[in-house]
């Protein structure tokens, strides 16, 4: 059974920066891919950035430049640096992985940006 646990996520002004990461209970160079969602209140969940096996990158046009995943394989981590944030990029964040018998999800974790 894979599980992913999200964690850095919390309050933070607009304009701010903030780091969220993912760790996984197995080796993440076997999953073919793993990413970042995100669900606004009362909307639906979206991709925002994916990364693959081989480190190629990803991102959502709304994050694109602000934003940046990254992966240690040693570590079992993926985190989702987020910079100049937004009162729109508030929302639960959610990390998956994705291997060839299915994808995987977090619990999520929450990022309040304040205006």
């Known amino acids: 059974q894979v599980r992913l646990v999200e964690s850095g996520g919390g309050l933070v002004q607009s304009g701010g920066s903030l780091r969220i990461s993912c760790l996984a209970s197995?080796?993440?160079?076997?999953?073919?891919?793993m990413g970042w969602y995100r669900q606004p209140p009362g909307k639906q969940r979206d991709l925002l950035a994916s990364?693959?096996?081989?480190?190629?990158?990803n991102y959502a046009d709304s994050v694109k430049g602000r934003f940046t995943i990254s992966r240690d394989n040693i570590k079992n981590m993926v985190y989702l640096q987020m910079n100049s944030l937004k009162p729109e990029d508030t929302a639960v964040y959610y990390c998956?992985?994705?291997?060839?018998?299915?994808?995987?999800w977090g619990q999520g974790t929450q990022v309040t940006v304040s205006s």
């Open positions: 998956t992985a994705v291997d060839r018998r299915g994808d995987y």
């Open positions: 197995r080796n993440i160079f076997s999953f073919n891919s």
């Open positions: 990364i693959t096996s081989g480190g190629s990158t």
